[in-house]
């Protein structure tokens, strides 16, 4: 392991920066998951959801209690990626389970995360469906960008950079803006959304959800 990899804390770094998040994900997976404890998914409507969340400050107990209770929640619901707000937190962390177009595993937490604008002329959209844990049994069409980088901190504190493609980078994208209060179903047109919402009327979660009052 080098220094740089060393300064990483949780997971090693390649030579360009980025997090190698995507060995030992079964093993760190089960981890964090059999040390957390599932909680129900808050659903489109709860105030927690359409805030920015606060920033991490304290990576501590408390937190790592939170990033464990959050895989375990993310595996309960068969969810790839869950943002700290799904589960009523009010707290930027997001983490991840999720595979890229190439079928390669990626298994992560980042706190504060970023995304980094991409120069216009690199960016190649993909227009493929895309649901949401709070926005349970609705999925519709949201063009994205098919590359995304994300900066932020592990749950230890440390700088790290995760860049995904195809569906990873999706799922690097859609986390980031639940953080910011952003939900899929607001890049909608009204009538999409409208769609969206019936859909998650009609159909009946796999998961234990919260439900609005």
Not at 96 to 107: A, I, M, S
Not at 109 to 132: F, H, I, M, Q, Y
Not at 140 to 162: C, F, H, L, W
């Amino acid at each position: 392991m080098t220094e740089q990899q060393q300064t990483a804390g949780v997971l090693p770094v390649d030579d360009e920066g980025y997090v190698i998040d995507s060995e030992d994900c079964e093993e760190r997976e089960t981890a964090y998951r059999e040390r957390g404890e599932s909680r129900p998914i808050t659903v489109v409507g709860n105030p927690v959801l359409h805030r920015e969340c606060k920033d991490v400050t304290e990576f501590d107990d408390e937190l790592a209690k939170l990033v464990d209770d959050m895989f375990a929640s993310q595996r309960t619901a068969e969810g790839v990626g869950l943002a700290a707000n799904q589960i009523g937190v009010d707290k930027k962390v997001f983490v991840y389970d999720c595979p890229d177009d190439q079928g390669v595993r990626h298994v992560g937490v980042v706190c504060n995360p970023k995304l980094v604008e991409l120069p216009a002329a690199s960016r190649v959209l993909d227009d493929s469906n895309e649901g949401c844990l709070s926005v349970p049994t609705a999925y519709i069409s949201v063009p994205r960008p098919d590359y995304a980088e994300v900066t932020g901190q592990d749950e230890k504190g440390n700088p790290i950079k995760v860049r995904g493609t195809g569906y990873f980078a999706r799922c690097l994208q859609h986390e980031t803006d639940h953080l910011y209060g952003f939900l899929y179903i607001d890049k909608l047109s009204k009538r999409d959304r409208k769609d969206a919402l019936r859909q998650m009327e009609e159909g009946t979660p796999r998961y234990p959800v919260v439900p609005n009052e």
